[in-house]
């Protein structure tokens, strides 16, 4: 069970299940254009595009809000 956290939307909530989130709502083809980054536009997977946000905070900032804003 998630413990409510009101200053951190995003306890508790895995990067892989954001992203798969994401593509199940926009696709690949709409991501891209929201957030234009290479892992989306270019042969683009959850698990390239895992790797590429860890190792990236300002891509993950920008999908983190992406998230938050469709929920």
């Excluded at 992203?19 to 290479?38: A, F, P, Q």
């Excluded at 989306?40 to 999908?63: C, G």
Aim: one cysteine or more.
């Amino acid at each position: 069970m998630r413990k409510e956290q009101p200053n951190n939307p995003l306890h508790g909530i895995k990067l892989v299940e954001i992203l798969e989130h994401l593509v199940s709502e926009y696709g690949w083809t709409e991501l891209g254009e929201r957030i234009n980054i290479r892992c989306f536009n270019s042969d683009p997977s959850i698990k390239s595009s895992l790797k590429f946000l860890r190792r990236t905070p300002w891509a993950r900032e920008k999908v983190e809000n992406l998230y938050i804003n469709s929920l």
